[in-house]
């Protein structure tokens, strides 16, 4: 482990300074349970709008859990159901762990997602493997 120095410290609080004007920062935020999102004012004027149903360990929560938000840092912090969210990161689309966002990709519909699993299903589905001779 590196050794703590007064110049790490002060290269330290620089990067956060950086990030601190690079970086969408959350001013507030609040729960509106009318439409089931996290309502986040940012630093640079803009508001953003999240889903909770999108959001990991936030799916399925309660209200009253929900309504705990607290701004912390450069993300979002729900102390009853201990999720961390970043606010950088929802900027980004990033609801959550790699496996999180791949889950939510498996279940985007569309028209023609849903036109070819019908097609598909009609042709008796997914072919299946042959298996290799040894």
Known sequence: ??????????????????????????????????????????????????????????????????????VAGSGLHWPSLDVDLSVPGLVAGLFGSRNHMARLAGRTTSPAKAAAARANGALGGRPRKLKSLP
Do not use: K, W, Y
């Open 1 to 70: 482990m590196a050794e703590l120095t007064d110049l790490a410290i002060q290269r330290a609080l620089a990067r956060g300074a950086e990030a601190a004007v690079r970086e969408p920062r959350a001013l507030d935020a609040h729960f509106d349970a009318a439409q089931g999102r996290v309502v986040i004012n940012l630093t640079n004027g803009c508001t953003l709008a999240v889903p909770t149903a999108l959001c990991q360990g936030l799916e399925g929560a309660s209200p009253a859990d929900l309504a705990q938000v607290q």
